[in-house]
């Protein structure tokens, strides 16, 4: 499956933003999707990910109730909606998939990537 992030751009803090994934070469409904992003000088992190069934939805403590992951099989489709964005938000975002049945926190159960999309929130 290949993957396409957009939606990226410059904000300040308390704004919001939506992130898209958009996916083909395969049957999308058949993957657990996830939602990572890198900050300069750190390491690639979790962020959300949704089991494929749809029912399973995990977040990352530090975007909880804040951030939301949600998909359209029929749209090939994921999204992460962004609110309440603070400046640690800012990374570049990444989409991603998997078909092994692993943890969905874990970035080495992904075979799949998106190129990225840069997130830069300012103060």
């Known amino acids: 499956v290949q993957l396409v992030e957009s939606g990226g751009g410059v904000v300040q803090a308390g704004g919001s933003l939506r992130l898209s994934c958009a996916a083909s070469?395969?049957?999308?409904?058949?993957?657990?999707m996830g939602w990572f992003r890198q900050a300069p000088g750190n390491d690639r992190e979790f962020v959300a990910g949704?089991?494929?069934?749809?029912?399973?939805?995990y977040y990352a403590d530090s975007v909880k109730g804040r951030f939301t992951i949600s998909k359209d099989n029929a749209r090939n489709a994921v999204w992460l909606q962004m609110n309440s964005l603070k400046p640690e938000d800012t990374a570049v975002y990444y989409c991603?998939?998997?078909?092994?049945?692993?943890?969905?926190?874990?970035?080495?159960?992904?075979?799949?990537w998106g190129q990225g999309t840069e997130v830069t929130v300012s103060s």
């Open positions: 991603a998939a998997k078909r092994t049945i692993a943890s969905i926190t874990n970035e080495e159960h992904y075979a799949y």
């Open positions: 070469g395969d049957t999308f409904s058949r993957y657990d």
């Open positions: 949704m089991y494929r069934s749809g029912t399973n939805i």
